[in-house]
């Protein structure tokens, strides 16, 4: 069953912690994204990746970093530093070149206590 | 500021009835697409139409791009309890790699 699995659904953190959030697809895509949703709106880009070993900074990368070692997997890290991470985040892969046509994961949401 | 804007904000109609939502876009775009979220959830792809269509369909829905207008619209026809959820419409920019933008979203409500 081929897909994109986010975990986990619901993350809880105290501030001041660093939290990671997994990302997993079997889809053999070679560039995957990481968007952030706040209540009412729409995506926003963090981060995104087209190739294993390299990624790019989105719209608002700040307080956020990534890492992308293995072509299935591209797990996000939200840092201290991020000053209102509570949100929604989703992750999406793509065929290379294909950005126009993305799958997309069930979300983590994070929330911070 | 969002490429995409979307128009209403909210949406609430009875099961049956059709419901339009509009999108606007402030750049030349590649293609633009809707998708739809249930609350919670990730988002669906429902339907991508490229810069040189004007209209496209599938299934109960309806799609239109005006370019000069840089506006599109999605019509659900017939709607059901089942088509409530948020509908998003992104763009895709040749310049900026096909990357998506997306609007702020549409959030419907079929009453049964």
């Known amino acids: 069953d081929g897909g994109i699995t986010q975990s986990p659904k619901y993350l809880f953190r105290k501030e001041g912690q660093n939290v990671t959030l997994s990302c997993e697809q079997n889809l053999n895509h070679d560039a995957m994204y990481w968007y952030r949703q706040d209540p009412g709106q729409g995506l926003r880009l963090i981060y995104y990746s087209q190739i294993v070993n390299d990624f790019q900074k989105g719209d608002i990368a700040e307080g956020y970093s990534v890492s992308r070692e293995k072509k299935e997997s591209f797990p996000l890290t939200v840092t201290s530093a991020q000053k209102n991470p509570t949100a929604f985040y989703l992750c999406?892969?793509?065929?290379?070149?294909?950005?126009?046509?993305?799958?997309f994961g069930p979300g983590t949401r994070l929330t911070v206590l | 500021s969002q490429q995409g804007e979307e128009d209403p904000q909210a949406l609430s109609i009875q099961e049956g009835e059709n419901a339009t939502m509009n999108c606007s876009y402030k750049t030349s775009i590649n293609n633009l697409q809707w998708y739809r979220q249930n609350s919670g959830r990730g988002l669906v792809h429902l339907i991508l139409i490229r810069s040189n269509e004007r209209e496209k369909h599938s299934g109960r829905l309806r799609v239109t791009l005006d370019t000069s207008k840089k506006s599109s619209s999605l019509l659900i026809t017939a709607s059901r309890a089942a088509d409530t959820a948020s509908y998003f419409c992104a763009t895709a920019v040749k310049a900026a790699g096909n990357k998506l933008t997306f609007g702020g979203g549409t959030r419907v409500l079929v009453k049964p």
């Open positions: 999406a892969s793509s065929a290379l070149g294909r950005a126009d046509t993305q799958y």
